[in-house]
């Protein structure tokens, strides 16, 4: 699969769509997944990911072979990401005025159950509290695994910086959970099971 | 009571010694606040875990490429866009260049209407002289070439002509639709 996926990243580079088009098959989960993370809604996440792709195809001049395509690919996705947030807090625009977009419907199909959802709405909300940076330190960690080498060199931040983030981030996040647990609404879920359903 | 040590314990992932896994463990019986905190980040860290991965709908790729092609002809269309200003622009240029030339002569001879009108006179009979002169020219300099190269020299000087012609025309196309042909060998 290695070989397979260097032979596709040597076509890439030399500008062979059909190429990416396989790498974009192999990766559009988890980059798919860190935007939906990141930005918490699925139209924004399926917008971003396919910007994520497209500055990765127009970028790939830039790649170096040698290097992790994944952590290359993430930390464009992130950066992205975190771009959006940014702007988004710069313009509020009603959700009435957003222009209506024919995107297929990404909600999970019937048969799935319905906790996957409601995993998906307690982390989202989770996330929600922390600042973008951090958010993005939080999703590689736990979703991808990465080190904090890893993460330091997809975000462009020192170690210690990525472990003083990342430290700060599970402080919020402990202290958002007891928030949601003392909610009414969850605190009436809990008497029978945990605040995560 | 210093929290804060033990709340940094908490939430680092650096090993601790086990002097402070005890010091930790047994704060952790007599603190509500950092038990609290320490049963919440551990929730958190088994629902982050256990979560699937969020997944886009069917057809992601095709979408992409899609996006890509529009992407693609809306660069061609705006570098078409931006190689047509600049041709008007030089030719703007050097029209304006060309008149102010002209009329910088223009106003060295001409004082009157009837010094105008003799200028325009001249100027275009010493035009109409101009082109019959190079027409006398070019009539026997074909007849003599006429006279003394072979009919054969002619059909095959004719025939690279319009091969040549042709492979100009084939190459500028290819670079001009590079990205149509590109499409077209992607579908």
């Known amino acids: 699969m290695q070989d397979v996926e260097t032979e596709w990243l040597t076509q890439a580079i030399s500008g062979d769509p059909d190429a990416f088009g396989r790498l974009v098959e192999t990766y559009q989960v988890p980059v798919y997944n860190l935007c939906y993370r990141m930005l918490g809604d699925h139209y924004e996440a399926e917008d971003a990911a396919q910007e994520v792709f497209l500055k990765a195809y127009n970028s790939m001049g830039r790649y170096d072979i040698g290097r992790s395509f994944s952590t290359w690919l993430l930390s464009i996705a992130a950066h992205h990401c975190i771009d959006q947030i940014r702007k988004r807090r710069m313009t509020v625009v009603p959700i009435e005025d957003l222009p209506y977009q024919q995107v297929a419907d990404p909600s999970p199909g019937p048969e799935i159950s319905l906790s996957v959802g409601e995993y998906q709405t307690q982390i989202r909300k989770l996330l929600g509290a922390l600042s973008p940076e951090d958010r993005g330190a939080i999703v590689m960690r736990y979703w991808y695994e990465f080190s904090y080498e890893e993460i330091a060199e997809a975000l462009d931040l020192t170690v210690s910086a990525v472990k003083s983030r990342l430290h700060r981030a599970r402080r919020t996040l402990a202290h958002s959970w007891i928030e949601a647990s003392s909610n009414p609404y969850t605190a009436e879920r809990k008497r029978n099971e945990s605040p995560a359903f | ?187």
Not at chain 2, 59 to 81: E, I, M, P, S, V
Not at chain 2, 98 to 111: E, H, K, P, T, V
Not at chain 2, 150 to 159: D, R
Not at chain 2, 162 to 182: D, K, M, Q
């Open chain 2, 1 to 187: 009571m210093n929290h804060q040590l033990f709340e940094d314990w908490l939430f680092s992932e650096d090993p601790l010694s086990p002097d402070q896994v005890q010091a930790l463990e047994d704060h952790l019986k007599t603190c509500d606040s950092c038990r609290q905190l320490s049963v919440a980040w551990s929730e958190v860290e088994t629902l982050f875990v256990s979560a699937p991965p969020a997944m886009p709908a069917a057809g992601f790729t095709a979408r992409w490429k899609a996006h890509w092609r529009f992407q693609l002809a809306d660069k061609n269309h705006k570098r078409q866009q931006k190689q047509t200003w600049a041709i008007f622009g030089v030719t703007t240029l050097g029209t304006i260049l060309l008149f102010m030339l002209m009329f910088g002569q223009f106003r060295s001879a001409i004082d009157t209407p009837t010094d105008l009108f003799l200028f325009w006179v001249t100027w275009m009979t010493s035009l109409l002289s101009y082109a019959n002169a190079v027409q006398d020219v070019s009539l026997t300099l074909l007849r003599t070439l006429l006279s003394v190269l072979p009919l054969s020299y002619w059909v095959v000087s004719l025939s690279a002509l319009c091969a040549l012609s042709l492979l100009w025309i084939f190459s500028l196309r290819h670079f001009y639709f590079r990205g149509g042909l590109f499409n077209e060998a992607d579908d």
